[in-house]
Nanobody
Framework: QVQLVESGGGLVQAGESLRLSCAASGSFFSVGAMGWYRQAPGKQRELVARIFTDSSTNYADSVKGRFTISRDNAKNTNSLQMNSLKPEDTAVYYC???????????????WGQGTQVTVSS
């Protein structure tokens, strides 16, 4: 059974930093993109950052230059370093993994339970 376990959320002041980490447990035939989405109250879930197996990345325009995503392919983990945090970064952050399990011909999307990030002004 696949599980994504997130850590590193919390309450910080504007301008400070946080690091989110996500570890995927379970066995996969292949692993694809990993990343983070976030959802603020009353808003839709949005992509924050995504990293592919070749280490290429996507970032939301609102976090470019402030957030950095990295991954360890051997351990199926990824981290999101968030610097210069702003109150508008406040949201529940969800870890994301796209992977193909052994019993499927297709890649599936997996999600963590979410971790709260709150940035005070």
């Amino acid at each position: 059974q696949v599980q994504l376990v997130e850590s590193g959320g919390g309450l910080v002041q504007a301008g400070e930093s946080l690091r989110l980490s996500c570890a995927a447990s379970g066995s996969f035939f292949s692993v694809g993109a990993m990343g983070w989405y976030r959802q603020a109250p009353g808003k839709q879930r949005e992509l924050v950052a995504r990293i592919f197996t070749d280490s290429s990345t996507n970032y939301a325009d609102s976090v470019k230059g402030r957030f950095t995503i990295s991954r360890d392919n051997a351990k199926n983990t990824n981290s999101l370093q968030m610097n210069s945090l702003k109150p508008e970064d406040t949201a529940v952050y969800y870890c994301y993994l796209n992977a193909r399990p052994w019993d499927s011909l297709h890649h599936l999307d997996y999600w963590g339970q979410g971790t709260q990030v709150t940035v005070s002004s």
